[in-house]
């Protein structure tokens, strides 16, 4: 009895890795623009999940095997910083994001602190502010929702 039960789980677990080893080919294969539009639900295809947006935020900040190096580049446009900050704040905005969502932003902000800086100070601009505000809204987010699920945990018990 108990070994068609395990057999069931071991299943729906194979399952789910091989529909995030999808999502996450697909993911690869992006740019910045269709990730952006992934984030916002706009693919018909793909559905915003927890997976999905650690899948960018891992694409962003992963070292390409190939060529040694990481998404975006100091001497990259900027117009393709601006972009991925604004996907990261767009990501740190959803209500999918989860605890290693966050994790995966602070390693973005590690990996980029020097980009992040010095676009800051060509352009004037506060992406670092910015970047902690998210990172404080996101923590409250997902206190907020463990609290509601605990408190569903308890009515249903």
């Known amino acids: ?19 995030l080893q999808e999502l996450t080919l697909k993911i690869d294969k992006m740019n910045l623009t269709e990730m952006r539009s992934f984030v916002q639900n706009k693919i018909k295809d793909l559905e915003v999940s927890n997976d999905g947006l650690n899948s960018v ?40 994001v989860n605890i290693q969502t966050i994790e995966l932003v602070q390693g973005f902000l ?25 990172i404080v809204n996101a923590v409250a987010m997902v206190e907020v929702i463990s609290h509601m699920e605990n408190k569903l945990n308890i009515l249903s018990e």
């Open 57 to 96: 935020l891992q694409r962003l900040t992963k070292i390409d095997s190939t060529s040694n190096k990481i998404y975006i580049n100091s001497d990259d446009m900027d117009s393709k910083k601006k972009k991925a900050f604004d996907l990261v704040l767009l990501i740190m905005a959803s209500k999918k």
């Open 1 to 19: 009895m108990f070994a068609n039960l395990l057999k069931k789980n071991k299943s729906q677990d194979n399952a789910l890795d091989a529909s």
């Open 110 to 134: 590690v990996t980029y602190e020097e980009i992040i800086n010095e676009y800051d100070t060509e352009h004037k601009d506060i992406y670092t502010s910015r970047f902690k505000d998210a």
